[in-house]
């Protein structure tokens, strides 16, 4: 009897321990299994989309948001404007573009942004960029009205 109570007893103490931490432990590989399936199963989903979106938006946005821009841009390629313009900031025969929608309107005191550029680029040498020769070609003015002003549209993108 005391044998069998001795035998019993310490089964009595330690079961409801197992059990315990029985439950402790499914219950964290639970939390933990389906944390990281969720993850597990949001995360390679999510990226791909938003890697995708991000990709997509970017050339397709500048189009969708003015065309003009887009066809500004194929005139500026079209007409070997990047043999000597960057529309980064770094100088190459002229200067760098960035930023030249903000500039153009101070570089002639009456004349605004489109005045600037309008003459710029059908006329360069009635302003010559300080520090730059006067190299650019008066041939421009030539082209179509409408392809100038998109290329006034492209150059204040930048
Ligand atoms: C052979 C080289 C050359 C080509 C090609 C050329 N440019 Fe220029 N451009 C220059 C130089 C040099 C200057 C700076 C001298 C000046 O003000 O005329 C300049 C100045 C400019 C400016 C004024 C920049 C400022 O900071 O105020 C604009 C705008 C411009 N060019 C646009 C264009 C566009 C648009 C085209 C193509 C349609 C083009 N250029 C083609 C050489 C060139």
Request: hydrophobic share 40%.
């Amino acid at each position: 009897m005391g044998y069998q109570l001795m035998r019993l007893s310490p089964f009595s103490r330690v079961t409801p321990l197992l059990v315990v931490s029985a439950l402790v432990i499914v219950i964290a590989l639970a939390a933990c299994s389906s944390d990281s399936e969720h993850a597990d199963s949001g995360n390679p989903v999510t990226p791909i989309p938003t890697l995708v979106t991000i990709d997509t938006p970017d050339p397709s946005d500048e189009a969708d948001a003015d065309p003009a821009v887009a066809s500004g841009e194929e005139v500026f390629a079209a007409n070997a404007c990047v043999a000597c313009h960057s529309t980064g900031e770094n100088d190459v025969v002229g200067p760098g573009l960035a930023g030249i929608g903000e500039r153009a309107g101070t570089r002639v005191a009456g004349q605004s942004a489109d005045e600037y550029l309008n003459e710029a680029i059908k006329a360069p040498g009635a302003f010559i960029v300080d520090g730059f020769a006067n190299a650019m070609p008066g041939t421009f003015g030539n082209l179509p009205e409408g392809e100038i002003n998109d290329l006034i549209t492209f150059l204040k993108s930048l």
